[in-house]
């Protein structure tokens, strides 16, 4: 059984920031969680990938937040952050936390999700 809980979503300006964290909370850590990351969602748009990092400490982003956007993770607490700086109106969207394998740092795509947190909402004004 495994959850990932999401924390610090909110409504912020144009250029400011957003810290968002997700705990995995796991009976047992297998290579079902060795890579876990972000997700985000806009009304009428499909899910896409945002971050991904691996338990070994390699990242992967996507263009649109390369610059702006900072995965980290604290394997102690077995948790994700993902640092947002300089953001922008169409960063808003609904994040999701996400857990899977290997795969889904190499795919760097939805299908290879093993698990989801609930989702946090994420709101930028102009």
């Known amino acids: 059984q495994v959850q990932l809980v999401e924390s610090g979503g909110g409504s912020v300006q144009s250029g400011g920031s957003l810290r968002l964290s997700c705990v995995c909370v796991?009976?047992?850590?297998?290579?079902?969680?060795?890579?876990m990351g972000w997700f985000r969602q806009a009304p009428g748009k499909e899910r896409e990938a945002v971050a991904v990092?691996?338990?070994?400490?390699?990242?992967r982003y996507a263009d649109s937040v390369k610059g702006r956007f900072t995965i980290s993770q604290d394997n102690s607490k077995n948790t994700v952050y993902l640092q947002m700086n300089s953001l922008k109106p169409e960063d808003t969207a609904m994040y999701f936390c996400?857990?899977?394998?290997?795969?889904?740092?190499?795919?760097?795509?939805?299908?290879?999700?093993?698990?989801w947190g609930q989702g946090t909402q994420v709101f930028v004004s102009p």
């Open positions: 996400a857990a899977g394998s290997t795969l889904l740092y190499t795919s760097f795509d939805v299908r290879w999700v093993n698990y």
């Open positions: 990092i691996q338990r070994t400490g390699t990242t």
């Open positions: 796991a009976s047992v850590y297998t290579y079902n969680t060795n890579s």
